[in-house]
Structures are given as structure tokens and as C-alpha cells.
């Protein structure tokens, strides 16, 4: 069984030792595409419920995805700015990483296939695909 849900964040992010414009803080409305794929259904029916995919994205939604030696996230969180810190710079690529790799800790081994896209405007978006 498969299940598809589709979900719009807004996160602010900038992406260190680059010379791009992305160096400078900005923000995106990002697009998640979400595909899970299970042998079995749980308990309930579901493959999982689709709260629980909404509830992993909300996590960085409204929030400032920095890396986690960047040195705007303690003075941002000084000032009251919810901050979510990750292992590498906050990319797309990063940011479907993130969100796959909570989605595989949620679903363990029942998971068959897992898919995240992440669109981060009309042109471009990266996916993150398990196995
Ligand atoms: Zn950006």
C-alpha cells in the first residue's frame, strides 16, 4: 500500500561557506511531496497517519533551518526565533534528508519504499529516495 500526502512550510534558512546569494538569510515556501510505501498496514489501518507526516513537516515550519555551528542560531534563539539546527548546511537536499530520515525512525522496519520531494520554488526541487 501506498500513501501520497503533500504539504506547504514557510522557513527561513541560509547556507554557509558559499558564495552565492543563499548565503544571506531568505526564506522559502517550501513544497513537500511525501510517498511511503508499506507491506503492511498498522493497526489502525493506515500506512501511517497522515497527522504524523503534517506534525514531522510543522516541525520546521515558521522556523529558521540553520546549520548547527552557524552562529546565528544562538542569537537567534536569544531572541525568541525558533531555530531548527541540522548536520550539514539547511539545502533542499538536507531538508528531504531530514525529513526522510525522521519518517524512517517513525515507521521502522514496516517501511517498503520511501520517497520525499522537496520543492523549494517553481523550478527546483531535489528528492530523497530509501532504499
Ligand atoms: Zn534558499
Not at 500500500?1 to 514557510?10: C, F, V
Amino acid at each position: 500500500m501506498k500513501l501520497r500526502y503533500e504539504y506547504e512550510i514557510a522557513a527561513g534558512h541560509r547556507i554557509l561557506d558559499y558564495s552565492g546569494k543563499c548565503r544571506f538569510l531568505h526564506g522559502h515556501n517550501y513544497f513537500f511531496v511525501v510517498e511511503i510505501e508499506v507491506e503492511e498496514l498498522d493497526e489502525v489501518g493506515f500506512v501511517i497517519d497522515f497527522n504524523e507526516v503534517k506534525s514531522i513537516l510543522l516541525e520546521l515550519d515558521h522556523k529558521t533551518l540553520l546549520r548547527k555551528d552557524d552562529p546565528l542560531a544562538d542569537l537567534l534563539e536569544a531572541n525568541g526565533q525558533p531555530v531548527v539546527r541540522m548536520e550539514g548546511n539547511p539545502s533542499a537536499e538536507n531538508i528531504a534528508l531530514w525529513v526522510g530520515q525522521r519518517l524512517r525512525e517513525r515507521l521502522g522496519n514496516r517501511i517498503r519504499s520511501l520517497r520525499v520531494v522537496v520543492w523549494e520554488n517553481r523550478r527546483g526541487s531535489v528528492e530523497y529516495r530509501y532504499p
